[in-house]
């Protein structure tokens, strides 16, 4: 394994995954979230317990990226591209779904969780691809 690339597409992965769940969240979600609120704690109570999500992502972060690594095959963008489907339907879809059956939300929440949430996991696999771009002899077999 590669520990300068792993350590890059590590540190990567979990920058964008903050942006990119605040632009989710945030920006796109909100007013849905709004509508939702019952099913929330207030967002001060939230913010006193971002500690939590803060360590959480970045062990998913290293996971996301250590699974990458385990399956690499060396394809370029394309690989990317299908780990961040393949991520996002195992992770978004089960996440969201699974939610929608325990907590009191509308369902345009539950698909708008999956739909962002897969959008995020592709533009993650991308990411780790182009950190972990073939190398030259890979890429001119």
Do not use: H
């Not at 591209?81 to 969201?96: P, Q």
């Not at 739909?115 to 995020?120: A, H, K, R, S, T």
Request: with cysteine.
């Amino acid at each position: 394994m590669d520990k300068k690339k792993f350590i890059i597409a590590f540190v990567v992965v979990f920058v964008l995954l903050e942006i990119m769940g605040y632009l989710i969240n945030n920006v796109f979600l909100m007013s849905t979230y709004e509508a939702n609120k019952a099913a929330f704690r207030p967002m001060q109570d939230i913010m006193s317990k971002m500690w939590i999500m803060y360590i959480t992502d970045i062990i998913w972060a290293f996971f996301f990226v250590f699974f990458f690594v385990k399956g690499y095959e060396n394809k370029g963008l394309g690989e990317g591209i299908r780990f961040g489907v393949y991520m996002g339907l195992f992770f978004c879809l089960v996440n969201a779904y699974s939610a929608y059956v325990v907590y009191p939300v509308q369902y345009s929440l539950t698909f708008l969780s999956f739909v962002y949430g897969l959008i995020e996991m592709i533009i993650l696999g991308i990411a780790i691809s182009l950190i972990y771009k073939p190398s030259p002899a890979a890429a001119a077999a």
